[in-house]
């Protein structure tokens, strides 16, 4: 698989990755996978059949049905089910089930945008530009809060921000594919930016790394 027009946008909840990934998608009329759907709807599904979260092979075998199920449940957005995405997201029978997903998604003809934490580096190591979205965990928190709020959530602040670093340190932390940047991913630190100014940053990032420069 060739992938010049894969774009991969990793990094942590709530640094922009989602809106970056979305606005280079409607950029560049790319389809854009936002895989931690896959990891959340696992989770929620695994607990609507009275599994636990700990176990991988009922996890895995959810994980098996995803093909055939609609993404677009508002329950995949809560903060539980975030949660409960990072647990099962730990699995590596889980993650080895959906790496073909993904995959078959970055193989489209065209190319795609592939969001989420492993993407550059897993899923696809040869993509033609890689991101890498971070901003401090106060400010992610803030962002997050404002989003599940917003959902109608009755969450404080500082609940969202303990729920940020304890999804972090799992996630940077686990064995099976921790997030991390790849090695050849660029930085971007939307802490200070605005919503226009971090897709202006994304758009200058892809182009450079598609005319084969360091921006
Ligand atoms: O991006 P989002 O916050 O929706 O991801 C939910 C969780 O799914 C993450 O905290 C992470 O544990 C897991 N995930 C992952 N690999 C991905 C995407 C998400 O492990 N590629």
Not at 59 to 78: C, H, K, N
Not at 159 to 176: H, M, T
């Amino acid at each position: 698989m060739s992938g010049d027009q894969v774009i991969t946008v990793d990094g942590p909840a709530a640094s922009g990755k989602g809106t970056i990934a979305s606005g280079l998608g409607r950029l560049y009329g790319l389809p854009v996978l936002d895989s931690g759907l896959l990891y959340r709807a696992v989770g929620v599904l695994l607990q609507r059949a009275g599994g636990g979260l700990a176990d991988a092979a009922a996890a895995a075998a959810v994980a098996r049905g995803l093909r055939a199920v609609a993404l677009d449940d508002e329950a995949f957005r809560t903060r539980g089910a975030g949660e409960a995405a990072s647990q099962v997201a730990v699995h590596p029978e889980v993650r080895q089930v959906l790496l073909a997903l993904q995959r078959d998604f970055a193989a489209q003809p065209g190319g795609a945008v592939l969001d989420g934490r492993d993407m550059g580096t897993v899923i696809c190591p040869d993509a033609g530009a890689k991101l890498y979205v971070t901003a401090s965990p106060e400010v992610r928190a803030e962002r997050r809060w404002r989003q599940l709020t917003g959902q109608g959530e009755s969450v404080g602040l500082d609940e969202v921000l303990a729920d940020i670093r304890r999804r972090d340190a799992r996630d940077s932390g686990r064995a099976a594919a921790p997030m991390a940047p790849a090695p050849d991913a660029v930085l971007l630190d939307t802490s200070e930016m605005t919503i226009d100014q971090a897709a202006d940053a994304a758009r200058r990032i892809v182009e450079a790394a598609r005319a084969g420069q360091t921006p």
